[in-house]
Nanobody
């Protein structure tokens, strides 16, 4: 199984970024996909999750209304559209897969990518 994130970078507050994750080696119809992030000196923070078929989406209160999670099982991709970015969104963002919904802090995911850095300057 491999998950590989892309799309991170540096942006000013109020700006937008779109993160992507290429997924391979698993049956996407069996897995929730997640985005989580970790800021320097802090634990892993759950950001958003999407059900296997894409019907159900879940967001951390801190990103609700600003971030949108989506997936394409045919293309084996996961995305996170981020708008109205804030300095507190600065973190390394990870794509993860798990059979279960994992929406708690410091969750252990079955599979996780190496991450992509997002830096928001104020």
């Amino acid at each position: 199984v491999r998950l590989l994130e892309s799309g991170g970078g540096s942006v000013q507050a109020g700006g937008s970024l779109r993160l992507s994750c290429a997924v391979s080696g698993l049956n996407p119809n069996l897995y929730y996909l997640h985005w989580a992030r970790q800021a320097p000196g802090k634990g892993l923070e759950w950001v958003a999750s999407i059900s296997s078929g894409g019907t159900f989406k879940y967001y951390h209160d801190a990103v609700q209304g600003r971030f949108t999670i989506s997936r394409n099982n045919d293309k084996m991709t996961l995305s996170l559209q981020m708008v109205a970015l804030k300095s507190e969104d600065t973190a390394r963002y990870y794509c993860a897969a798990d059979r279960d919904l994992k929406d708690t802090p410091n969750a252990h995911y079955q599979f996780r990518g190496p991450g992509t850095q997002v830096t928001v300057s104020s």
